[in-house]
């Protein structure tokens, strides 16, 4: 298995709904990261779990709480966004930190 | 992390011409990495280039490292309807909070 899996990969929600990204990898990586791409600009980085472990989180807002449960798992749990959230966000993983980053399909989000 | 200088934001060509982007940054880069990411797609990872000078190639893509390591160039010859997407480079920070900054990235379309 050679690839990184998101879903769902369209989501509409409200801004008092709470729901979930989920992203897999069966390619033994031991980095996992999520970034947030807005149209036309290049992707951000959000976090990066190292061995399961948060090793960087970017300032990004607490309601986007990121969970590794497993070094093939990587959830993003939202809870309160705003529109402005709204945006395309990319799971992506590599062998180790410092290893080419394969990323995922993404989630298309959409807050109202 | 500190930015790429990315240029041109945009280029439209007519197919069979060639094209090329550059990055720029004002220190010294460990690495640079480029991405495609096709329209509604995510990036894929093209190449990583890491000594001074260096140059490779993929079929029609020429990819270069300036010799000061402060600036690298995607080339492709004769583009083709499939070469449409935005190319992005990408920086890497080194050391335990190693992360990847892309450019702003350059949008390539193609008149077939």
């Known amino acids: 298995d050679t690839e990184v899996t998101q879903t769902p990969k369209h989501l509409v929600m409200g801004m008092t709904n709470k729901k979930s990204l989920k992203c897999e990898q069966h390619?033994?990586?031991?980095?996992m990261y999520w970034y947030k791409q807005k149209a036309k600009k290049p992707p951000e980085l959000m976090f990066v779990y190292s061995y399961e472990k948060l090793s960087i989180n970017e300032s990004v807002p607490s309601r986007f709480s990121p969970e590794c449960p497993n070094s093939s798992l990587l959830n993003l749990h939202l809870h309160a966004l705003q529109p402005e959230d709204s945006a395309l966000y990319l799971c992506?993983?590599?062998?180790?930190?410092?290893?080419?980053?394969?990323f995922g399909p993404g989630t298309r989000l959409l807050v109202l | 992390g500190q930015q790429v200088m990315q240029i041109p934001q945009y280029q439209h060509v007519q197919e069979g011409e060639d094209f090329t982007t550059y990055c720029n940054s004002s220190?010294?880069?460990?690495?640079i990495q480029w991405y495609k990411q096709r329209p509604g797609g995510h990036p894929v990872f093209l190449i990583q280039l890491v000594k001074s000078g260096e140059v490779k190639k993929q079929k029609r893509l020429t990819f270069q490292f300036g010799e000061a390591k402060k600036n690298s160039s995607l080339h492709i010859t004769a583009t083709q309807t499939t070469d449409v997407g935005t190319y992005f480079c990408g920086r890497s920070s080194g050391g335990s909070n190693y992360k990847l900054t892309f450019g702003k990235g350059t949008l390539l379309t193609v008149n077939p």
């Open positions: 992506a993983s590599s062998l180790g930190t410092a290893e080419t980053q394969y």
């Open positions: 220190t010294t880069l460990s690495n």
């Open positions: 390619m033994g990586h031991r980095a």
